[in-house]
């Protein structure tokens, strides 16, 4: 078991990139992640031994044997490997830490068996400064509608753990973990700011409700 150091140094300019569909990354937030194709196997072992920085981003869709497509979403979200366990089977067993969006500049043509991109940070500078804490947005219309999407699906929760969770932390948990499309992540991702993201995230909840059924 091991555990990455903080970064102390500027971020690098080309990134490798793993394309996973409904799998988005904020920063500050924590994405645990099973690793166990050969060419990710690299990814991670290239990654931890230089920057330790990999870019979580969604294929724009799936082809129909379901693997992603090529075409990628031009925004994405950078993690730090922040711990990492290999398993007696080969497996890497590790937890991404976001850090920062990023927009694709240009990716890259390389010999890796893994995607690499160069990586535009500066859209998004704002992400690493701290998440906000409270009172960012209202959280009644928000909780009521949670509530309304999660008893339709007949799911329980923990309100009190929800009511008291920072407005930054209960938005982006929530965005990450519920079932929404590719489409509706990317949304949840590209939204500005916690405000934004969760005003979004509660249009969703209301349009999901309204269908009747889990995406």
Request: charged residues 25%; proline residues 8%; contains cysteine.
């Amino acid at each position: 078991m091991t555990d990455s150091p903080e970064i102390t140094e500027p971020l690098p300019s080309v990134i490798p990139v793993f394309p996973l569909p409904k799998a988005i990354l904020f920063p500050s937030s924590n994405l645990p992640l099973n690793i166990f194709e050969q060419r990710y196997l690299k990814m991670v072992e290239d990654a931890w031994a230089s920057h330790k920085i990999i870019g979580m981003i969604q294929p724009q869709k799936i082809e129909e044997d379901g693997t992603p497509a090529q075409k990628l979403y031009s925004i994405g979200c950078a993690g730090k490997i922040s711990h990492l366990v290999k398993t007696e089977d080969g497996r890497y067993l590790i937890r991404l830490t976001g850090i920062i969006r990023f927009r694709i500049e240009d990716e890259l043509s390389v010999t890796t068996p893994y995607r690499q991109v160069k990586a535009d940070w500066e859209p998004f500078s704002t992400d690493m400064e701290p998440l906000p804490e409270h009172g960012c947005f209202d959280r009644k219309p928000l909780m009521s509608v949670l509530k309304g999407y999660l008893d339709s699906r007949g799911l329980a929760a923990d309100y009190d753990g929800i009511n008291t969770a920072p407005d930054g932390v209960l938005i982006n948990t929530l965005s990450m973990i519920i079932p929404f499309s590719m489409q509706e992540k990317q949304a949840l991702l590209e939204a500005e700011d916690t405000p934004k993201r969760a005003e979004t995230l509660k249009n969703l909840l209301i349009m999901s409700s309204a269908n009747g059924k889990a995406h």
